[in-house]
């Protein structure tokens, strides 16, 4: 049986990760999507191990010092983290995960599991970023620069990644995810172990 492998998908704000996953997600039976653990409350309508593994700060702090987390950071006063638990159950079985996280996150990943794919998300142009960013109409101006602001920050990390895909097209980018996720169990490691057994 093949082991599953953990892909990293990081992306500036606006650039339409969520849109991409859930397209990425339908009919795939063999991907895991990551869910987080964090210490903020529950939003109307969110569910415990769908949305997110919620708990409270002393046994997020427990599980900090148990090394139980992928990664995890502080973000305006609630912790959010990457449980390992679920990361290694999902790969045991055969599926790949993926993490929808930020640069930082993903550097921390990177230095406990060095064998993570990583794949950077794009936008075609910064004037389709700010274009995005600005329609969603969800953000105030000010906010709207502060993102811009951070994704230029983040897309000089992008170089880091083992890969980059633009989403110019939503259809274009989830094809090129699973040919990269095909591509990558398609390595002699991997290859050579069913000719041993």
Same mark, same amino acid.
């Given at each position: 049986?093949?082991?599953?492998?953990?892909?990293?998908?990081?992306?500036?704000?606006?650039?339409?990760?969520?849109?991409?996953?859930?397209?990425?997600?339908?009919?795939?039976?063999?991907?895991?999507?990551? /869910?987080?653990?964090?210490?903020?409350?529950?939003?109307?309508?969110?569910?415990?191990?769908?949305?997110?593994?919620?708990?409270?700060?002393?046994?997020?702090?427990?599980?900090?010092?148990?090394?139980?987390?992928?990664?995890?950071?502080?973000?305006?006063?609630?912790?959010?983290?990457?449980?390992?638990?679920?990361?290694?159950?999902?790969?045991?079985?055969?599926?790949?995960?993926?993490?929808?996280?930020?640069?930082?996150?993903?550097?921390?990943?990177?230095?406990?599991?060095?064998? /993570?794919?990583?794949?950077?998300?794009?936008?075609?142009?910064?004037?389709?970023?700010?274009?995005?960013?600005?329609?969603?109409?969800?953000?105030?101006?000010?906010?709207?620069?502060?993102?811009?602001?951070?994704?230029?920050?983040?897309?000089?990390?992008?170089?880091?990644?083992?890969?980059? /895909?633009?989403?110019?097209?939503?259809?274009?980018? /989830?094809?090129?995810?699973?040919?990269?996720?095909?591509?990558?169990?398609?390595?002699?490691?991997?290859?050579?172990?069913?000719?041993?057994?």
């Amino acid at each position: 049986m093949y082991k599953g492998k953990t892909f990293i998908i990081s992306g500036p704000s606006g650039v339409g990760k969520s849109t991409v996953l859930k397209e990425l997600f339908q009919d795939r039976d063999d991907l895991c999507f990551s /869910v987080s653990a964090t210490t903020r409350p529950p939003r109307p309508g969110e569910i415990n191990g769908v949305h997110y593994h919620f708990t409270d700060v002393d046994e997020f702090r427990k599980m900090i010092s148990e090394d139980a987390f992928l990664e995890y950071a502080e973000y305006v006063g609630n912790f959010y983290g990457t449980p390992k638990k679920f990361v290694d159950e999902a790969m045991e079985q055969g599926k790949d995960v993926v993490l929808d996280i930020e640069v930082q996150g993903a550097l921390q990943v990177v230095h406990k599991r060095p064998d /993570v794919v990583r794949i950077f998300i794009a936008p075609p142009s910064w004037q389709a970023l700010e274009e995005r960013l600005t329609s969603r109409g969800t953000d105030s101006p000010e906010k709207v620069q502060k993102r811009l602001v951070r994704a230029k920050v983040e897309l000089q990390t992008a170089n880091t990644y083992d890969y980059f /895909v633009i989403n110019d097209t939503v259809e274009r980018a /989830v094809r090129e995810i699973n040919a990269i996720m095909l591509a990558e169990h398609c390595k002699p490691a991997e290859r050579m172990a069913i000719l041993s057994e």
